[in-house]
T-cell receptor, first 120, second 114 residues
């Protein structure tokens, strides 16, 4: 069974603070993919990043950075110098790929989400 | 390029009525997914298709729910008869053929069953 845990239900920070959103996952597979999505108040789900299980390099994209640690099964997301526009629910997701006789299959599970409020 | 398109964006109906949600995936994407989002259960995968064929419908809550994909550019999720507990936001997502690729989500349909 696979599982994604985001222990922080809600976080509030003041603008310009750094904030880290935690994600811990469980899987028996050696090949899997991890994702972060952002859901702003408007409701859409916006893809932020994908990382495969063989690539443990941390990634930085502007004010966003991700720390993937296989040893602790964690894929944490840090926003540096947060802004009000960062206020959203952030979802971590896990995807396992399996093959069948005729095709590929994908198990895709979302965590419960962390609601981030950035106050001016 | 247009993203995933869903219609209607909002639907209000009465218990017992049939509801049909529609989705147009991104052109060229081979996979299409239907999700439901509620406060209690979060985001749940209901069903997904590969090349118009349903692959896994184990997430479909019960027989009142059905999904079809008659062609590569259109899918429907139907609830008949609808119940108040079906009230949720329903998302459609699509992705290209490779299993490593990312799912891209539509804007969602907010369904309210009175």
């Amino acid at each position: 069974a696979q599982k994604v845990t985001q222990a922080q239900t809600e976080i509030s920070v003041v603008e310009k603070e750094d904030v880290t959103l935690d994600c811990v996952y469980e899987t028996r597979d050696t090949t899997y993919y991890l994702f972060w999505y952002k859901q702003p108040p408007s409701g859409e789900l916006v893809f932020l990043i994908r990382r495969n299980s063989f690539d443990e390099q941390n990634e930085i994209s502007g004010r966003y950075s991700w720390n993937f640690q296989k040893s602790t099964s964690s894929f944490n997301f840090t926003i540096t110098a947060s802004q009000v526009v960062d206020s959203a629910v952030y979802f971590c997701a896990l995807s396992e790929i399996f093959t069948t006789r005729d095709n590929y299959g994908q198990n895709f599970v979302f965590g419960p989400g962390t609601r981030l409020s950035v106050l001016p | 390029d247009a993203g995933v398109i869903q219609s209607p964006r909002h639907e209000v109906t009465e218990m017992g009525q049939e509801v049909t949600l529609r989705c147009k995936p991104i052109s060229g994407h081979d996979y299409l997914f239907w999700y439901r989002q509620t406060m209690m259960r979060g985001l749940e995968l209901l069903i997904y298709f590969n090349n118009n064929v349903p692959i896994d419908d184990s997430g479909m809550p019960e027989d009142r729910f059905s999904a079809k994909m008659p062609n590569a550019s259109f899918s429907t999720l139907k609830i008949q008869p609808s119940e108040p507990r079906d009230s949720a936001v329903y998302f459609c997502a699509s992705r290209p053929g490779l299993p490593t690729d990312t799912q891209y989500f539509g804007p969602g349909t907010r369904l309210t069953v009175l």
